[in-house]
T-cell receptor, first 113, second 116 residues
Framework: EPEVTQTPSHQVTQMGQEVILRCVPISNHLYFYWYRQILGQKVEFLVS????????KSEIFDDQFSVERPDGSNFTLKIRSTKLEDSAMYFC???????????FGSGTRLTVV | AQKITQTQPGMFVQEKEAVTLDCTYD???????LFWYKQPSSGEMIFLIYQGSYDQQNATEGRYSLNFQKARKSANLVISASQLGDSAMYFC?????????????FGTGTLLAVQP
């Protein structure tokens, strides 16, 4: 069964450093998403991406964050200057069309120290 | 705005018994989808079951069924014949269909513990 692949599974970074979280969505999917889950809390929407541009973003997704689809397969989330409160599990997801179900990746656990 | 409420922070169930996890939702949109996801301790989000607002029948997927009561705005997940491997966090989620947004809104989750 096709899956969404996220790398790395765990990342530890120093406060103030830049991190790039990587995702390979399912190949025939057109919509891509990032979600975040702070430990013990609910999953929160960050951003959706379609046709090489951001289609929607949340209040959390400020100037510190950016997304990119650098080639035909990868979808990345960059956090420019990490803060302690960015520590969370970050999930990538993709869907075939707008109203189709999502497939989530297994997540990247980011720890900012 | 859409909202999902899961009022049970934790539940216990004996192995082989059925359990119901509650979920209520709020939206003014007539067309929406309801989802349940399982999150084991390893952290990944596993899709379990989907119910569309216009679906006439309650969704079922193996041991999972969704008790959809539209008038009450509830979408409870029923797990039959619980297994030890069902111990996990369960999230209810919804999204509006065909609208300006297609983001998923999640509830706060229910931690299910299956006891032998």
């Amino acid at each position: 069964e096709p899956e969404v692949t996220q790398t790395p599974s765990h990342q530890v970074t120093q406060m103030g450093q830049e991190v790039i979280l990587r995702c390979v969505p399912i190949s025939n999917h057109l919509y891509f998403y990032w979600y975040r889950q702070i430990l013990g809390q609910k999953v929160e929407f960050l951003v959706s991406f379609y046709n090489n541009e951001i289609s929607e973003k949340s209040e959390i997704f400020d100037d510190q964050f950016s997304v990119e689809r650098p080639d035909g397969s990868n979808f990345t989330l960059k956090i420019r200057s990490t803060k302690l409160e960015d520590s969370a599990m970050y999930f990538c997801a993709s869907s075939r069309d707008r109203d189709y179900g999502y497939t989530f990746g297994s997540g990247t656990r980011l720890t900012v120290v | 705005a859409q909202k999902i409420t899961q009022t049970q922070p934790g539940m216990f169930v004996q192995e082989k018994e059925a359990v119901t996890l509650d979920c209520t939702y709020d939206t003014s949109d007539p067309s929406y989808g309801l989802f349940w996801y399982k999150q084991p301790s390893s952290g990944e989000m596993i899709f379990l079951i989907y119910q569309g607002s216009y679906d006439q029948q309650n969704a079922t997927e193996g041991r999972y069924s969704l008790n959809f009561q539209k008038a009450r705005k509830s979408a409870n997940l029923v797990i039959s014949a619980s297994q030890l491997g069902d111990s996990a966090m369960y999230f209810c989620a919804m999204r509006v269909l065909g609208g300006a947004t297609n983001k998923l809104i999640f509830g706060t989750g229910t931690l299910l513990a299956v006891q032998p």
